[in-house]
């Protein structure tokens, strides 16, 4: 689409439209828009008739009115910046208008006939005495023959001719019926031409969008074979879903989100009718799915071009390779056929019972249609699922769920899943949560090698087949993504001969070794060379579930039987750390979970702990679409660390059942914790990058650091976002687009200050030498007006509005005055409360010596225990004034060492921040005021 659009207010008889159009728009699609826009279906839109509004200021051009011009409709669609002002479409009638009178009287003729015919056939009724269904099926024939039937009528024949016609038709002679009309099939067939050849413009369209030639002939090509296929085969049904699909493919291109390679791909399995895309079309319509994920599917499918083509089995021999291919070959097909009935009866079965499962709502349609057709390819894995749950004593329905929607997760991610969201940055850099077979993620394969891609491909396609099992395609995965030296010269030999069986063997001897490896190191070492003695029964429960012998579930299991002290777990660990025995506890774990159902009837039976319901909950709330999947993560990982905050929401929750306040609450939580999570991350590895790459200066890296201390609302949306789409181009350009905001308002506060300061220092100037001020007040008033007083600031405001200098000086005069006796007074009451709170104790200290002298002044001694008591009153006084003093020195150091840390902290910010970025020459927003003591400096 060449050129801007331009908008244009479009007139009509009785509807007006407002239109969007772009240079280069063909003639035809103009045509269609403008007619739809306007509700006009008489006619053709051959052109525009433009009149240039005239503006309401001119007055003196009121009575004469702008000359409309015509716009053809080609002009208009090269140059749409034509029709500017009051627009109005012109219409001619269609062609076939004009011949519209003979149609009319052709119809009036053919009526006239009808009802000529129908007398006809009742006099034939009533003189051949014809039963009812006789003179039904007459009145039929005739009508599919009307043509032939009207013409012997009008013809020459006799009465008896035209009499025995019609009786002819009624009974035909020797068994000869007459020919069904074939209007119907030139119809058909005219559709599926018109289906064929809409389908193959639409191809034609998206091809020449295409930049590189040969990408635009190979779609070319392809819609010529539409024009030949479909004329046989097309019906509207399909019609409609290759449309839809084709838009949609046009749409990821016209995007970007597809290459040219990929989509002429995608073309081509969409004309091929691919299942799976079918599939993911029709459960987008019945489940009411997203766009996205009909789109992801899409793009699934065109990068599976890319994938590694490379067949399973080989027939090129080399070497020993012919002598083992043949034997196995061999023994595959006598196996297949042998089993044949057995895997029909399995395959019906396996199709009813994942049916069911779509029945209950407990898988999607797409999930339905692509466990369909892994059992209609007889897939392995698939049956044998289907095959252990109908052998089972307990058949737990959610674990077959469970499986079935793995597989089909495996399945899909074998083309790559672009669209999976990106949780490290969201949930912290030690709390992310992957899965443990990291090496299977294609979306993060950017460092590994040609060679590893591959072998996991191969690995994956294997274990599908059972060739491997998982816990050796998962040893080997592992030395794949270690870049294993053996298993590179294995995949070296592969690729010389292309000898897969080879290859296969290789594996299966490799991962072999490795697992013995492995068993040894569990036994004599412990586990990871960890002595023994120093395994606990949950080192084993997580090393068993890492070698694939334990699923999660199992393991989740055992783990909440050993908490809650269940007594053969207890027996068990007991015997571990009597005897150090590895594999009899590993033996012992397995047959618990053999015994122990760990499904549904243990969830009936046994309360479900905190931890696990609120993770249900989060996912509930995920699959219902109302959290996204970062916010969920972060919020398990508040779970893990048992988060006050987000139980309380939840006990909220569970007392009222408001599903809209909790979403609300664990958003408004997330935030809060996302913040705090990256909040140094945003200081310490986002800004300094930013100003080291020069998208922030010094000032802007500087204002952004204080406003992530102060936790700015801009700030936290744009974070909020991040996490939410992962863009990390775009979070970088909002936040230096938050800088240069907070930058030019920053410069212009400083501007504007510094432009009113030295306005009032010329003005303090001026009055100096008028003399009605001295140097001594200018001096004064300076200092006020720094140090912002706001009496001296309204002062100014006034003055600004009377410009009356005196009554300025004689107010700032007072204000001083009032600000010097404010200073005085302050001090006076210090000294008083410090004298009133040292005398309060020398008080109470004197009138308890009163009473001790007239208690005790007949005696002596006791006289003389009055003397001895002054000297410890007057110690006790000068003790409390030290202490006093102490106290108040004490506290002072401790506030300023409060302020000199926050001050330090705050310094440290930004001078990492300054560390970073070239030193640069920055004014000081007091320059004024440095300036002007200078100049008195110079005076005096």
Same mark, same amino acid.
């Given at each position: ?616 909950? =989060?996912? *509930?709330?995920?699959? %219902? /679409?109302?959290? #996204? ?5 972060? $919020?398990?990982?508040? +779970? &893990? ?104 308002? =920053?410069? *212009?506060?400083?501007? %504007? /200050?510094?432009? #009113? ?5 010329? $003005?303090?100037?001026? +009055? &100096? ?114 202490? #006093? ?56």
């Amino acid at each position: 689409m060449g050129g801007n659009v331009a908008y244009v207010e479009l007139f009509g008889a009785s509807s007006k439209a407002t239109l969007g159009l772009y240079a280069g728009i063909q003639p035809q699609e103009l045509d269609v828009v403008v007619r739809t826009a306007l509700r006009h279906y008489d006619g053709v839109c051959t052109g525009f008739q433009v009149t240039q509004e005239t503006p309401r200021s001119s007055r003196k051009k009121r009575h004469s009115r702008s000359i409309p011009r015509l716009v053809p409709l080609s002009v208009a669609c090269k140059a749409p910046e034509l029709l500017i002002g009051h627009v109005c479409a012109l219409f001619a009638p269609f062609a076939s208008s004009q011949t519209a009178w003979k149609a009319e009287n052709e119809a009036i003729t053919s009526r006239n006939d009808v009802e000529s015919l129908q007398k006809l056939l009742q006099a034939l009724e009533s003189e051949e005495k014809l039963s009812g269904f006789e003179f039904a099926m007459l009145q039929h024939l005739c009508e599919q023959q009307n043509a032939q039937v009207l013409a012997v009528m009008n013809g020459t024949l006799s009465v008896d001719k035209k009499k025995e016609f019609l009786l002819q038709m009624l009974h035909p002679k020797d068994g000869e019926e007459l020919q069904m009309p074939r209007n119907q099939v030139h119809q058909q067939k005219e559709k599926k031409t018109l289906y064929g050849e809409l389908v193959a413009k639409k191809v034609a369209v998206i091809g020449t969008k295409a930049i590189r030639p040969q990408v635009q002939k190979q779609i070319l090509a392809l819609a010529d074979e539409i024009r030949q296929n479909w004329k046989t085969d097309a019906t509207k049904n399909k019609f409609i879903d290759t449309i839809e699909l084709l838009t949609i493919v046009e749409k990821l291109l016209d995007q970007h989100m597809l290459s040219e390679e990929h989509g002429t791909h995608l073309l081509e399995l969409i004309v091929g009718e691919n299942k799976m895309l079918w599939s993911a079309l029709q459960s987008y319509r019945k489940d009411g799915g997203s766009l996205l994920g009909l789109k992801a599917m899409a793009k699934r499918l065109a990068a599976a071009e890319n994938e590694p083509s490379r067949p399973i089995t080989s027939k090129k021999s080399k070497g020993k390779g012919p002598r083992k291919g043949t034997r196995q070959g061999n023994y595959l097909v006598r196996k297949r056929v042998k089993n044949a009935p057995a895997v029909a009866a399995t395959t019906s079965a396996a199709v009813a019972a994942v049916t069911s499962l779509h029945a209950q709502h407990l898988l999607t349609s797409l999930e339905l249609d692509i466990i369909k057709a892994l059992i209609e390819q007889e897939d392995s894995q698939v049956l044998h699922t289907l095959r252990a749950f109908k052998q089972s004593d307990y058949r737990n329905v959610g674990a077959l769920r469970d499986a079935l929607v793995s597989i089909v997760e495996d399945f899909t991610m074998e083309f790559g899943d672009e669209e999976k969201a990106a949780a490290a940055f969201a949930c912290g850099m030690g709390d992310a949560v992957r899965e443990d077979s990291q090496w299977k993620d294609s979306d993060d394969d950017s460092g590994l090698l040609e060679w590893q891609r591959h072998l996991s491909f191969l690995l994956g396609q294997w274990q599908c087949q059972q060739e491997l099992t998982p816990a050796d395609a998962s040893a080997l995965r592992k030395l794949v993504f270690q870049r294993h030296n053996l298993l590179e010269s294995a995949y070296e030999a592969y690729a010389a001969d292309g000898d897969a069986s080879e290859l296969l063997d290789t594996l299966q001897r490799v991962a072999k070794l490795q697992r013995q490896i492995e068993q040894c190191q569990t036994g004599q070492n412990g586990l990871n060379g960890v002595p023994a003695s120093d395994i606990s029964l949950e080192d084993v429960v997580r090393e068993m579930q890492l070698r694939g012998v334990l699923q999660s579930g199992d393991a989740a299991g055992l783990l909440v039987l050993f908490h809650g002290e269940n007594e053969a777990l207890k027996a068990a660990n007991e015997a571990f750390q009597a005897d150090e025995d590895v594999h009899e506890l590993e033996e012992t774990l397995l047959l618990v979970v053999k015994h122990a159902h760990f499904g549904r009837e243990m969830e009936e039976e046994e309360p479900v702990d905190e931890g696990q319901a609120v993770c249900r909950l =989060l996912a *509930d709330l995920g699959r %219902s /679409e109302r959290l #996204e999947l970062w916010q969920i993560q972060l $919020l398990i990982s508040l +779970l &893990k660390s048992h988060d006050p905050r987000l139980l309380a929401a939840v006990d909220v929750y569970h007392e009222d059942q408001e599903t809209n306040e909790l979403v609300e609450t664990l958003a408004i939580l997330v935030e809060l914790a996302a913040w705090e999570r990256h909040r140094r991350a945003m200081v310490h590895d986002w800004i300094p990058p930013l100003a080291r790459s020069g998208k922030l200066s010094r000032v802007g890296a500087a204002r952004l650091v204080e406003m992530v201390n102060v936790r700015d609302d801009r700030v936290i949306a744009a974070l909020v976002v991040f996490l939410s789409d992962n863009n990390k181009e775009e979070f970088v350009d909002t936040l230096a687009r938050i800088a240069s905001l907070e930058t030019m308002k =920053l410069l *212009d506060a400083e501007a %504007s /200050e510094k432009k #009113e300061g030295y306005l009032l220092l010329a $003005l303090l100037k001026e +009055l &100096k030498e008028k003399g009605t001020m001295s140097a001594t007040e200018r001096k004064q008033f300076k200092e006020l007006m720094c140090s912002v007083e706001p009496q001296m600031v309204t002062a100014l405001d006034l003055s600004a509005v009377t410009h009356d200098a005196t009554d300025l000086v004689d107010i700032a005069r007072r204000v001083l005055v009032k600000v010097q006796d404010h200073g005085d007074i302050g001090e006076k009451r210090e000294l008083e409360e410090d004298e009133s709170f040292l005398e309060a104790p020398v008080s109470s200290l004197v009138a308890e010596r009163g009473t001790i002298e007239e208690e005790s002044f007949d005696d002596d001694d006791a006289k003389e225990d009055v003397l001895d008591a002054q000297v410890p009153v007057e110690s006790h006084e000068d003790t409390f004034a030290g202490a #006093e003093a102490q106290v108040k020195c004490e506290s002072n150091e401790l506030t300023e060492q409060q302020e000199t840390e926050k001050t330090e902290q705050e310094e440290k910010n930004i001078e990492e921040i300054n560390a970073c970025i070239v030193d640069e020459d920055q004014e000081h927003p007091n320059g004024y005021a440095e300036q002007e003591d200078e100049e008195d400096d110079t005076t005096k």
